[in-house]
């Protein structure tokens, strides 16, 4: 049964798409997907207790430009600035995009279990699938690890990973790919993309989406930001995204 099943993967490559985007949970069905040409991002001053002289930052910055990087259309992920705001839902700011690591207290008190080492939330439009604001949390408590050799839980090969959530990907059935929702111990397979990611990134944004060219949408402002009467207007659902620590199924 291996032997064929392997014959048949070598002979019919296109069989490998694994790749999926996300969608919008409800009867439009309809793929996620930003309208902005840059997806601005904050960043949490703070970082992880676990890391020092802010390289944990530098590893989301090296995450951005791994997807930043794909030659195609695609948003392009854009730091903006440090902040100290710790608030997932941005007061004042309701389309504020931006990464935080989560004290033990803030995971618990967000009912987050203690598994998963991060948590990407996507607000949208659940008609259209437009993305509206992006938020990506890290668990704190675990032991997170920046550089080579990896001596816990990689930032750049998790934030490569939520960043991908952060851009419209979904989880990827090829174990291989950046999407690949398991990961193990030491894991740093994901920091960069491999064909299959690629292809997914590149496909979702092959094509203009209906909803990013009409008139009043304010998409093509390249702020990556909306006004708070729109989100008021808008009937905007969470979309969550884990990224679960399972070692040895890999
Ligand atoms: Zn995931």
Redesign the pocket.
Known sequence: MRLSFIILWSLCPFFLLSWTQERVNGDSGAGLHWCTSRVNIWLNEDGSSKISGGKDLDALRTAMDVWNSVECNHPELVEVGLTQDRDKHGKGTPARNFIVWRTRDEWEQAGYSFSALAMTTLWYDPGSGRVYKGTMEFNDTQNWSVGTPVTGTDVWNTAS?EFG?FIGMD?SKDPNATMY?YTGGHDMVKRDLNNDDINGICSIYSKPYKDCSDNGCGCTNGSGSISMGMVALLLLILLV???RSKAGEY
């Open positions: 990973h959530h989880h929702p995204f884990v990224l």
